[in-house]
């Protein structure tokens, strides 16, 4: 069976960093691009961050540009976002995404005092 599996997630304060990994099972995450995407509250799903296979090229969302971080282990088969300076509208489920693999459960991150 091939799916994302996320974990990491947490209550934070503001200013907090967790770090979130996404581990696949069932394939090999190397050729593939990964995706880590949030949905808050009320809201659509958006875009955080990407990485490509090799991991030599990284994009980011302007709300966390130089916040977070994302980056692979293709010997672990796991690719993370390293989330630094937490702020309360960070706090959603967050989801990571390749090879068009069905959606996770994702992991709940929430910043609060």
């Known amino acids: 069976q091939l799916q994302l599996v996320e974990s990491g997630g947490g209550k934070v304060q503001p200013g907090g960093s967790l770090r979130l990994s996404c581990a696949a099972s069932g394939f090999t995450l190397d050729i593939y691009a990964v995706g880590w995407f949030r949905q808050a509250p009320g809201k659509e799903r958006e875009g955080v961050s990407c990485i490509s296979s090799s991991g030599g090229s990284t994009n980011y969302a302007d709300s966390v540009a130089g916040r977070f971080t994302i980056s692979r282990d293709n010997a672990k088969n796991t690719v993370y976002l390293q989330m630094n300076s937490l702020k309360p509208e960070d706090t959603a489920v967050y989801y990571c995404?390749?090879?068009?693999?069905?959606w996770g459960q994702g992991t709940q991150v929430t910043v609060s005092s």
């Open positions: 995404n390749a090879a068009g693999v069905s």
